[in-house]
């Protein structure tokens, strides 16, 4: 029985080590390089995992990012991974000791909103790469050809325990463009920077943003009816050009459809290859949101700042909606008055999925301490979450958002090894982090000066305070 597992095992591996066939066509002839969006390979990441040895983080408290807490817990990582987490583990032989003891290991944290990279320090106009405000429809543009891999955002986020991030374009466009997730690595390239195997994001955004820039230039949208009118005639025009593909790869007649890259992106969206991240302050434009992708047979991963989403929670619950959002922002303008701090709280009561994310250079550093002061007014309005909960709003409810769940954001055996060393409890306000890992790397040690990243950008430029 064992010889025929094997066997068998061996087959399978054999299955899986040959390449995935193409898409099948009744003449099978493949169509010239970059012109089947099935087969364009995009831009790969890169990323290599730096070296690493055995590490046991030993005597901390560890927050596991599964809803646990365990007092004097050990950690052990080997070969880029968790290997074991508990109280009491023995150490292998050949580990190097980090003593955690009076201090708490948490998941490296996951910002799921950044522009780090696609407005780069210093914020001059030549760093203005962000948002392509040229037509509300810009779903070819992708993050990832904005991004300067040298911003030294990324540093100062690494330094606050950042491990990972989803660079977003910007919410100017009924559909602004690719998102790209990254890992948080010095890198040359943003392909050296790339989280292998990360769905891409579709960034589409609501209300008063692109019916402002539009509106100013005379042309739809104007109101959040051209809004909506805007984001349906696109899925109408995606829908068709899938069908089209579909068809031509079905029956090999013919000239098959000229590429789109406006409509690879949405049509990715419609197939479930793509990932819909939505800016939404109000809690009405969501639920018409969640219409409209129920018209178009699409799903919506996650509503971006969402800071009424405390008023639908239980339908988001049932949506598997996860809610971006913060706790202290809000007032700036007309749709984001009714913002409040209890809001990642009220989306956890309900049983939905909570994130706490920047969309800023500055806050992404403080990503703990904002979770912190939700999970405070939560506990202030009688809702009881503990700690060990609230962990996952920046660690494994991210993950979750941007489809990398099943790798990172909690520390159990098998996940990368992307760990955060803090100084003290990290909803404290004085909590550091003093150790980051990366798949089982250290990329950041407080006490070890080699670690820390200066930059010249970071001094600014001159001309930098005029306006754009």
Known sequence: MRHATILAALALAGCAAKPAPGPVTASSKPLPAGLDPSRDPGFPSRYVARPQTPVALVGATVLTGTGV??????VLVREGRIEAVGAGLLVPAG????????RWVTPGVIDAHSHLGVYAHP?????????????PNTAQVWAEHSVWPQDPGFDTAREAGVTAMQILPGS???????SVTLKNVPADTVQGMKFPG???GLKMACGENPKRVYGAKGRAPSTRMGNVAGYRAAWINAADYARKWDKWRAEGKGDPPKRDLQLDTLAGVLKGEILVQNH????????????IAREFGYKITAFHHATEAYKIAPLLAREGICVATWANWWGYKMEVYDAIEENAAMIERAGGCAVIHSDDGTLIQHLNQEAAVALSAGRRAGIRISEAEAVKWFTANPAKMLGIADRTGSIEPGKAADLVLWSANPFSIYALADRVWIDGATVYDRKDPTYRRHSDFLLGQPGQELPR
């Not at 580990?95 to 009076?102: N, Q």
């Not at 914020?123 to 037509?135: F, I, K, Q, R």
């Open 280 to 291: 939404c302050y109000r809690a009405d434009e969501m639920a018409i949101m969640i219409d």
């Open 123 to 135: 914020g001059v106009p030549a760093n203005d790469d962000g948002n392509e405000l040229t037509d």
């Open 69 to 74: 807490e365990i007092t004097a817990g050990t």
């Open 198 to 200: 990360a769905p891409y």
């Open 95 to 102: 580990y190097t000791k980090v003593d955690a003891r009076g």
């Open 172 to 178: 100017g466009n009924l559909f602004g463009g690719r």
